[in-house]
Structures are given as C-alpha cells and as structure tokens.
C-alpha cells in the first residue's frame, strides 16, 4: 500500500499487511490508516515491544483517545481494531478485545420545524448578500447545500463532497456513491430544489469535471467554514445551542438530517399512510445500513408531534381495563 506514513511499533509489519487486505478486498482502507496510525503511536510511546496487547493497554490506547475525542468516535476507534484484533488472533496473538463504550443515551437531536427551516434558508441567503467578494463563492454554495441538506436529508459529505457528473439535473436526481457503509443510492429531489440546483449550474461554480460545490481554487469547500456559517444561520434566526458538557453532541448540520426524517414520517401520517409500511422506502432513500436507523425516526416523530401523541391516546382508551382501587 503506498503511504507516506510507517508504523514503527512492533506490530508495524501486522498493520501494513492488515490494511493492504482491507484495500484488496475493496475496503477505503486509507481512510482507516489514521486509526492504526494513533494506536502505533501509542505503543512507541509507551515501548512496548512483547507480542501481545493485554488490556492494560489496550485501555491504555482506548483513555488517551477519549480525552481528545467524543464518545461516537471512540466507538468506530475500537470498532475497527476489533477487526484487526481478530486478524491478529487468527496468527496466534493473544489480543484483549474491549467493549464498546456507552454513549450519552439522552442524546435527542434538535428538531427544525418548517418555519425555522424557512428562517435558515433566508438566513444563508442574507449571509450572501452580506458577504465580501472573497467569500461570496463559498456563501453561495453553502445557500445552496442548506436547500439539499433539508430538502433531502444528505449528509453533509455526501453534498460536500458531490462530483459534478454525479447530478442529474434532467431527471432531478443526486447519485451518492460511496456514502457511509460504502453504499450508492439515487435521491430523486422536488422540483423546486431541482430549479435551484439549475440556477447554481450555470453560475459556473460547478466544474463539469470536478465538484459540484467547490472553491475559488477548485476545492471542497471546507467543513469548518459550512459549520461555522451555519452557526451563524443559527444565531440570525434565534436558535442558541445548550450548554453541554465537553464533546457532548449539540445542535449541528447533521440535525437537518434528522428533520427531514421526522418530516417525512409527519407528512405521511397527515396523509393517512401507514408509516410502518414506508419505513424500507425511506431507508433506501436516506441510505440507512438497516431498517432499525430508520424506525428510529418514528419515535422521534411521534415526540414531535402533539396530535399523533392525542390520537394514540385516543386509541389506547379502552384497552386495558382500569384497575380499582
């Protein structure tokens, strides 16, 4: 695997070799590099040279990240290393496997009703209007990436990141290729999103072999700037983030995400749909690895939603005979 990072732990050579099987077998191997590349740290810095990673250090490895990262991530840390314990056991090296560590189950992702969504949009259309030249590319985009993220529940990267061949402007459709679980899907968008999306072409932005939304310098417009804007969006329409603990999830971009499925699942309840029996549709569509990332949305639907809450109780009564005292 070309690199220009080395491992210099002693298990640099069982690294190495792990991750050109990753990348053979079709696995974005180099984007788990990093990975490897914070535990091969760890064991230099500690000298450690025996054959074996009891849980002493492995736990060890697992509290330095835990400092510096939130809970999510630290997960995916011990996710991927499981893996490559597993490898390692099937040459004969004693391993400790660690659990996975408990997140904040309390977490609730803030829901954007419709009026606020309206608000964000007209609030990152002022921060064009507002911003110097300099900047006023980038201002574009991000106008731009708001209507996709809320109009079609994206994630982030996988509008961030879109290539230009990738939009279907005919037939109004966005391939995603290689989302999360490297998984391609095709999102069909509303007409008026599509509209948008013409108006943005054929301001040259978009380069015919390159991304959709790029720099003046033909880059990715960069992660911290569409975080920061949006939190300015945030501020302008009245929206104040929580105090929360350190790494603790806030109010993100990601939340647009969440909205849009609480919105889906909200429509076709107005509509008189069984919510249940659209629950593969809008996995497929969202790109969900399984039906239970989807259902997930239901509840979240139904805390939203007083009138679904009043009709439930409505239908409980009479269910269960009441207890007298």
């Not at 690199?3 to 990753?22: A, C, P």
Request: proline fraction near 3%; glycine fraction near 6%.
């Amino acid at each position: 695997m070309k690199s220009t990072v080395k491992f210099g732990s002693f298990l640099r050579k069982e690294m190495d070799d792990y991750l050109t099987l990753r990348e053979n077998r079709g696995h974005r191997a180099k984007k788990e590099r990093h990975i490897f590349v914070s535990l091969d740290k760890y064991l230099q810095g500690i000298g450690l040279h025996e054959q074996e990673l009891v849980p002493r250090i492995v736990d060890g490895w697992l509290t330095s990240l835990s400092s510096e990262r939130n809970i999510n991530t630290v997960n995916v840390y011990i996710a991927h290393y499981t893996q490559f314990a597993k490898y390692l056991r099937s040459f004969g090296h004693i391993v400790f496997v660690p659990e996975k560590s408990v997140g904040n189950r309390n977490y609730a992702p803030y829901i954007f009703h419709t009026d606020e969504l309206f608000a964000l949009v007209k609030a990152a259309d002022a921060i064009v209007v507002s911003s110097t030249e300099k900047h006023r590319h980038n201002a574009v985009c991000f106008a731009v990436m708001i209507r996709m993220l809320a109009g079609c529940g994206f994630r982030l990267n996988e509008v961030r990141l879109l290539k230009t061949r990738d939009v279907d402007l005919d037939r109004g459709i966005v391939h995603v290729k290689t989302a999360k679980g490297d998984r391609d899907r095709l999102v069909p968008m509303h007409e008026s999103l599509t509209e948008v999306l013409e108006i943005f072409a054929r301001s040259g932005i978009p380069k015919t072999d390159g991304w959709f939304f790029s720099t003046i310098n033909g880059m990715p417009v960069p992660y911290s700037w569409i975080r920061d804007r949006f939190n300015k969006c945030l501020g302008y329409i009245g929206i104040s983030k929580p105090e929360l603990a350190k790494h603790s999830r806030n109010i993100c971009l990601h939340c647009l995400r969440h909205s849009y499925a609480v919105a889906a699942f909200r429509k076709l309840d107005i509509d008189g749909i069984d919510l249940y029996s659209e629950i593969p549709i809008l996995s497929t569509y969202m790109g969900h690895e399984n039906l239970y990332g989807t259902e997930h949305y239901l509840h979240m639907t139904v805390e939203n939603s007083r009138d679904i809450l009043f009709r439930m109780e409505e239908f409980n009564k009479g269910l269960f005979p009441e207890v007298l005292e």
